[in-house]
């Protein structure tokens, strides 16, 4: 098992940046996918972006060239780097681990005003 735990949300004018961490309750490294998802009230969660145990990394169309993720094995970490942020952008942001079975952290919440 292991339990994830967000930082890093908050309110941002529309070009600005932030940056998310999730802190997980144990190694990281042998976890093989790690990623972020987000949601909006009515609306099913989607993909941000995932990294894998080898670095390598996916992102959704949408936050291609403005988002990157990223893990710091050494300390249990994964991060979302979010620049030119979008009112779009909006929503709550959960981490997320597949270790045999997925884990998901209780949310941080981005507001990205116009």
């Known amino acids: 098992q292991v339990q994830l735990v967000e930082s890093g949300g908050g309110l941002v004018q529309a070009g600005g940046s932030l940056r998310l961490s999730c802190a997980a309750s144990?190694?990281?490294?042998?976890?093989?996918?790690m990623g972020w998802y987000r949601q909006n009230p009515g609306k099913q969660r989607e993909l941000v972006a995932v990294?894998?145990?080898?670095?390598?990394?996916n992102y959704a169309d949408s936050m291609k060239g403005r988002f990157t993720i990223s893990r710091d094995n050494a300390k249990n970490t994964v991060y979302l780097q979010m620049n030119s942020l979008k009112p779009d952008d909006t929503g709550v942001y959960y981490c997320?681990?597949?270790?045999?079975?997925?884990?998901w952290g209780q949310g941080t919440q981005v507001t990205v005003s116009s």
């Open positions: 997320y681990a597949f270790t045999r079975a997925a884990y």
């Open positions: 990294i894998f145990s080898g670095g390598s990394t």
């Open positions: 144990r190694s990281i490294f042998s976890i093989n996918t």
